[in-house]
C-alpha cells in the first residue's frame, strides 16, 4: 500500500503547550466547547444579519408568506416561488412574532446554527477528532455558511433537515435502531419540502444507505423503515413535481423576464452547454466555482478545491482518517458532486458556485477538514486553528466579484432614506412605475409590511395603492433594463394616457439597478436621479417624454 510521508506544523514551544492544553480540554469537555463554539457562531450570525435592509428574493418569500390564510400562502407559493412551501408557511406563523428585519431572518439564523452542529454530530461519527472539529469551525465561521443563514430564504432551513437527516441515518444503522430510522425519514421529507435540491441530496444518501447496508447487514426491520421513509420521499417529490415544478415551467415558458432572469444571467453558466467546452473541462471549472463560493475567495477556493481532492486520497489510502471504512467515507464526500455533476450534464440542475448547490457545503468542508487534521498530526487545537485561519481569510478578504452585495450598499439607513423621499417629495397624486423586483421591496417597506392587493386591469401591469401612492409594475421584466425601459414607457403611455407633461416616478431597488445612471448620461434626458446607495434609485421623467432606444439588454 502506497505510504503517505508524514508531515506536520511545527508550531513555537510555547504555542505547542498552549495547543496541548487546548486540545486537551476539547476533548476532554467536548459539550462545553460545542456549546460556547455554537454561541460564537450565532452571534456572528445575528450581527452580520442585523443592519441591512431585505433583499428582493427576501422580500419574496415575506411577500408570499404574508397572507391572511394558510392556503392563501400556499397558492401564493405555487404561483410565484421556485421553491417548496415550508419556509413560506413558517414565515406565516412566524411574523406574528414580529416583522422586522431581524425578526424576519432569525428562523434562518437558528436553522443554520442547527446545521453546523447536526452536520458536526454526523461528522464525529466518519472522521477521526481532529478532522471532526476542524470541520465544525469551518462550518460554523465560512462565508458561504454565514450568508446562507442569515437571509429570509429556503437554504439555511433545508441544510438543517438535511444534515438531520444524514446524523439520524447514521446513528441509525449504527444503534441499528427503527426509531432512529423513522426520525431519518422524517428530517427527509422536511428537507424535500424545504428545497428542490433535496432530490439530489436524497437520492445521495439512498445509494450511500444501500451500500452501508450491504455491508453492515443491519435487522430487516430497520432496512423496512428505511425503505418506508424512501418511498415516503419519493412520492413527495413526485408530488412537488406535478404540483409545482410542472406547473413552474409552464408558466415560465415563454416569459421574457424567466428567460432574462434564467437563461440569459448568471445561472446559464451553470448548466453544460454542449459545444461551449468539454464535459470533463466544465466538471472541473464548476467544482472550482464551489469552492471559491464556499470561502468567497478566489485564491482560497482553489487551494481548498486541491485540499478536498488530497482527502478525499487520504481517507483512500489510510484508515486512521475515517471511524468507517476511508474508501466508504471518501465515496460519501465525492458523490454528492458527482450527482450534481451529472445533473448540470443533463441540463437537470445547475453546478458550481452558487447557493442553489449549497447541499454540497457539508461535504466540501468534511473533505478539506481531513488534511487539515493530518498536517497537524491529529492535533485537535493546532486543526481548529489552521480552520478558523482559513475561514478569517475568507471572511477578511473576500473578492468583489464573489461578494452578493457592493460594501455598505444595502446599509438600512438607505433604504429608510428612500422611503422619506418618496413619501415627503412625491405627490400623490403623481404615479410610481416599478420593475417587478422593486415592488417587492416597496411592499414591505412603503406598504408598512401590509399584503398588497394587485389590480390586473392591464396586460402590460399590474398596479395597487400603497403609502399614499399608486405604484405602476411592468409584468414582462423583472428588472428594467436600460435597451428594454422604453418599450415599458410607450406601453405605460398607451394604457393609462397620462397628461402630457405630467410627471411619473421611476423607482428601482435591488441588483442590477442601472437604468438611471444610464439615462443621466444622456443630456437629451435631462434626467437628474436621486441615489441612496448603489442599490436604490429614484428619478421622475414628464408623460409624453422621448426614450431614445439604445439597443442595450
Given at each position: ?59 419574496i418569500q415575506f411577500a408570499i408568506a404574508n397572507k391572511v390564510s ?370 417587492t421591496l416597496l411592499g414591505y417597506y412603503l406598504c408598512d409590511r401590509?399584503p398588497v392587493v394587485l389590480s390586473y386591469a392591464s396586460p402590460d ?93
Open positions: 500500500m502506497p505510504q503517505v510521508q508524514e508531515t506536520a506544523i511545527a508550531p513555537p514551544r510555547g504555542l505547542r503547550a498552549a495547543l496541548a492544553s487546548v486540545g486537551g480540554s476539547v476533548h476532554e469537555h467536548p459539550t462545553i466547547w460545542t456549546c460556547t463554539l455554537l454561541a460564537a457562531g450565532l452571534l456572528m450570525r445575528i450581527w452580520r444579519a442585523s443592519g441591512t435592509f431585505l433583499n428582493s428574493d427576501e422580500a394558510w392556503w392563501e400562502t400556499y397558492r401564493a407559493n405555487l404561483s410565484i416561488n421556485a421553491h417548496p412551501p415550508l419556509l413560506v408557511f413558517l414565515l406565516h406563523a412566524w411574523r406574528h412574532l414580529g416583522d422586522s428585519e431581524l425578526m424576519l431572518r432569525l428562523p434562518s439564523i437558528l436553522a443554520g446554527t442547527a446545521f453546523c452542529w447536526f452536520t458536526f454530530k454526523w461528522l464525529s461519527l466518519l472522521l477521526e477528532e481532529s478532522a471532526t472539529w476542524s470541520a465544525f469551525v469551518l462550518l460554523l465561521f465560512s462565508s458561504a455558511s454565514l450568508e446562507l443563514s442569515i437571509e429570509v430564504r429556503h437554504y439555511a432551513v433545508f441544510l438543517a433537515f438535511a444534515m438531520a437527516s444524514a446524523y439520524l441515518l447514521e446513528r441509525a444503522l449504527e444503534r441499528r435502531s427503527v426509531t432512529l430510522m423513522l426520525g431519518y425519514g422524517m428530517c427527509l421529507w422536511l428537507a424535500i419540502c424545504s428545497h428542490f435540491s433535496a432530490f439530489l441530496f436524497a437520492a445521495v444518501l439512498g445509494v450511500y444507505a444501500i451500500w452501508r447496508m450491504v455491508k453492515s447487514r443491519p435487522p430487516l426491520r430497520v432496512v423496512a423503515a428505511w425503505e418506508l421513509g424512501q418511498i415516503s420521499a419519493l412520492g413527495l417529490c413526485y408530488f412537488f413535481y406535478v404540483s409545482q415544478f410542472q406547473v413552474l415551467q409552464q408558466a415560465y415558458k415563454g416569459s421574457t423576464a424567466a428567460k432574462g432572469w434564467m437563461a440569459d444571467s448568471y445561472l446559464a453558466k451553470y448548466y453544460f452547454s454542449p459545444g461551449s467546452m468539454n464535459p470533463l473541462a466544465f466538471i472541473v471549472a464548476r467544482t472550482g466555482s464551489f469552492f471559491q463560493f464556499a470561502f468567497g475567495n478566489l485564491a482560497l477556493g482553489d487551494l481548498t478545491f486541491l485540499a478536498f481532492l488530497a482527502g478525499i486520497v487520504l481517507l483512500s489510502i489510510r484508515q486512521r482518517f475515517a471511524r468507517l471504512p476511508g474508501s466508504q467515507v471518501a465515496f460519501l464526500l465525492i458523490f454528492p458532486f458527482a450527482v450534481n455533476g451529472t445533473a448540470a450534464l443533463l441540463h437537470a440542475y445547475p453546478y458550481g458556485g452558487i447557493r442553489q448547490c449549497a447541499f454540497l457545503l457539508p461535504f466540501a468542508l468534511a473533505g478539506i477538514a481531513v488534511p487539515m487534521g493530518w498536517l497537524c498530526r491529529g492535533d485537535i487545537a493546532c486543526a481548529m486553528m489552521v480552520a478558523a485561519g482559513v475561514a478569517l481569510c475568507g471572511d477578511l478578504l473576500p473578492a468583489k466579484q464573489l461578494l452578493p452585495d457592493p460594501p455598505g450598499s444595502t446599509a438600512i439607513a438607505n433604504m429608510k432614506a428612500a422611503i422619506s423621499f418618496m413619501q415627503d417629495k412625491i405627490p400623490g397624486n403623481e404615479p410610481v412605475l416599478v420593475d417587478p423586483q422593486t415592488s401590509r401591469f399590474s398596479s395597487y395603492e400603497c403609502g399614499g401612492h399608486k405604484v405602476i409594475v411592468a409584468r414582462h421584466e423583472y428588472v428594467f433594463t436600460v435597451g428594454g425601459f422604453n418599450e415599458h414607457w410607450q406601453a405605460l403611455a398607451r394604457e393609462y394616457k397620462f397628461p402630457v407633461g405630467s410627471r411619473v416616478w421611476v423607482s428601482q431597488m435591488g441588483w442590477n439597478t442601472q437604468l438611471a445612471a444610464a439615462l443621466a448620461n444622456i443630456p437629451a434626458m435631462n434626467v437628474s436621479p436621486f441615489f441612496f446607495g448603489s442599490e436604490i434609485q429614484i428619478f421622475d421623467l414628464t408623460a409624453g417624454q422621448n426614450i431614445p432606444d439604445l439597443g442595450l439588454r
